[in-house]
């Protein structure tokens, strides 16, 4: 069994900072990628910041600039730094994660809860 967990989502002010944390726990044996997406009122999930096994990392381009994606997929962690934050970052951010089991070669993607992040003055 695989768990995916989010953490340190809240309230800030425009212009402000917050980190989140994402960890993944159970039979994992490999990790190919991490990603953040955000899902904000009315649209679709869009694609944050990614990470792949290599430490390479993109970013959307709503994000490019303000926000940093760290982490470590043989640690099965990763953060993301937000600053300058704007009202329209707004929504809920999971974490994503394509990940092998052990006892299968296959290939599959795990989804956090989301933890919810709100701009506003």
């Known amino acids: 069994q695989v768990q995916v967990v989010e953490s340190g989502g809240g309230l800030v002010q425009p212009g402000g900072s917050l980190k989140l944390s994402c960890v993944a726990r159970?039979?994992?044996?490999?990790?190919?990628?991490m990603a953040w997406y955000r899902q904000s009122p009315g649209a679709q999930r869009e694609l944050i910041a990614d990470l792949d096994q290599n430490g390479r990392t993109s970013y959307g381009s709503t994000v490019e600039g303000r926000f940093t994606i760290s982490g470590d997929t043989t640690n099965a962690s990763m953060n993301l730094a937000m600053n300058s934050l704007e009202t329209w970052d707004t929504g809920v951010y999971y974490c994503?994660?394509?990940?092998?089991?052990?006892?299968?070669?296959?290939?599959?993607?795990?989804w956090g809860q989301g933890t919810q992040v709100t701009v506003a003055s």
């Open positions: 159970g039979d994992i044996t490999n990790i190919a990628a």
């Open positions: 994503y994660v394509h990940l092998a089991r052990s006892g299968t070669s296959a290939w599959s993607t795990y």
